[in-house]
């Protein structure tokens, strides 16, 4: 008994899966590549607002205590190309931290281009 011509598709949908695999591996890690830019600016923007309200602090604050604070809420692999600037503004406490954004992952390279976040708090009025 003969089989019909053209009637054996066994195989199709794994030979169609493994032509789309590259492309879909491809979507996925430029996703995973935005949720790294949005992580970035998250990160940035919460070390400069902890930064300026240690700043502020009546005792122990300062450009040191600004600095130590914004580095602290960084994770470590996100620290090696970040560069905090922290300032007096008058009646306002200033922090700005510029953040290296990674290629996939933290410590594989990065982007020619930087995160900034900026933050600033009112002075603690001394009593």
Known sequence: MRRPLGGNDRG???????????LILLVLALLWQLVL?????????????RGAR???ATEGGGAGACQAAAE????GSWRGGATIDCG???????ATVHIDVPVLFPGAGSF???VQG????AKEALR
């Open 37 to 49: 830019v949005g992580y970035a600016f998250s990160l940035a923007a919460h070390s400069a607002d």
């Open 118 to 121: 900026s933050a600033g708090a």
């Open 88 to 94: 007096d503004g008058g009646d306002v406490w200033k």
């Open 112 to 114: 020619p281009w930087r």
């Open 12 to 22: 199709q949908v794994a030979v169609e899966f493994l032509g789309m695999l590259p």
């Open 54 to 56: 240690a700043g502020t």
């Open 72 to 75: 602290h809420e960084l994770p």
